[in-house]
């Protein structure tokens, strides 16, 4: 299959065979380029449009074949002043992922707003995972988000602390199935992970 690739800076979407050929190439449609984060991650989804975390500018945007934007959305502040840094000290609404769930809303990992939203098609919000909603975890910069088979969802949680769990699996009533922590290894900055035994989004 094609590989997918976003860049950032140059603020584009590329697609490119097994050969080498680009098979397809869109702008991005950000407010500025950042050669940071234009995108974090960008999945392609079943109908052939493309979902496009755009950190800078704390937006998901749900592009068609051809790169027009079919569906946004503003990740909100919930009321909160913005605060820097990385940690759970921060506070933003850099995302940084989304997908579709199976039910046809979006999933979205809100970044250092330490959680993760469900938004309906019509922008409305009908489920959250705030910062301390699982028990004896602080949820940190929230990166990954996948639909596993059995509906649980799998998450990332990066800059946390060496206290904390980089990657969690949890169920839609917030009860913890798993965790993995290794600091050693990765120490405060695993931002992606992948499964791939499975049918995850």
């Not at 080498?20 to 960008?42: C, E, M, N, Y």
Request: glycine content about 10%.
């Amino acid at each position: 299959g094609d590989t997918l690739i976003s860049e950032s800076g140059s603020s584009r979407l590329i697609e490119v065979s097994a050969d080498g050929a680009v098979q397809k190439q869109f702008p991005w449609q950000v407010s500025q380029s950042r050669t940071h984060s234009d995108t974090r991650l960008v999945r392609k989804l079943d109908n052939g449009h493309y979902l496009a975390a755009h950190e800078g500018d704390e937006t998901v945007k749900e592009y068609d074949a051809d790169g027009k934007v079919v569906w946004d959305y503003q990740v909100p502040l919930f009321d909160k002043a913005p605060a820097g840094g990385h940690g759970p000290e921060a506070w933003g609404a850099h995302c940084f992922a989304a997908i579709k769930a199976k039910n046809g809303n979006y999933l979205i990992s809100t970044g250092n707003g330490h959680g993760l939203i469900e938004v309906t098609p019509e922008k409305e919000i009908v489920w959250r995972l705030a910062q301390n909603d699982l028990p004896g975890i602080t949820l940190a910069w929230v990166t990954t988000v996948e639909e596993l088979p059995n509906g649980n969802l799998l998450i990332g949680n990066c800059h946390a602390g060496p206290d904390n769990p980089q990657i969690i699996e949890i169920t839609r009533d917030k009860m913890v199935v798993w965790t993995f922590k290794d600091f050693t290894t990765f120490n405060n900055a695993l931002a992606n992970t992948i499964v791939l035994d499975g049918d995850a989004a």
